[in-house]
């Protein structure tokens, strides 16, 4: 089993800041990727931040330059920075990570429980 397990988040106002943290733990092979997705109540799930171990990370443009994704590969860990935030940003922040839990298995899409950002004056 894989198990993503997501921290961090809150209340914050208008202009705060929040950082949120996901570990990977289980049978792990290799992560190919590990990022960030958002839902905001009546609206689809919308990607934040991935990044690939290895390469880049990309953004939601919404995002671009008020948020930042790190990763720390020992851990399995990554980390979402979230400054300047906007009420608009107000949503469950699900992590998400392709996994090959086993050298024959194929990689496969997991999913945190998700944590509420709530952003609110």
């Known amino acids: 089993q894989v198990q993503l397990v997501e921290s961090g988040g809150g209340l914050v106002q208008p202009g705060g800041s929040l950082r949120l943290s996901c570990a990977a733990s289980?049978?792990?092979?290799?992560?190919?990727?590990m990022g960030w997705y958002r839902q905001a109540p009546g609206k689809q799930r919308e990607l934040v931040a991935t990044?690939?171990?290895?390469?880049?990370?990309n953004y939601a443009d919404s995002v671009k330059g008020r948020f930042t994704s790190s990763r720390d590969n020992a851990k399995n860990t990554i980390y979402l920075q979230m400054n300047s935030l906007k009420p608009e940003d107000t949503a469950v922040y699900y992590c998400?990570?392709?996994?090959?839990?086993?050298?024959?298995?194929?990689?496969?899409?997991?999913w945190g429980q998700g944590t509420q950002v709530t952003v609110s004056s």
């Open positions: 998400n990570a392709n996994i090959r839990r086993t050298v024959l298995s194929p990689p496969r899409d997991y």
């Open positions: 289980g049978s792990i092979f290799t992560i190919y990727s």
């Open positions: 990044s690939i171990f290895g390469g880049s990370t």
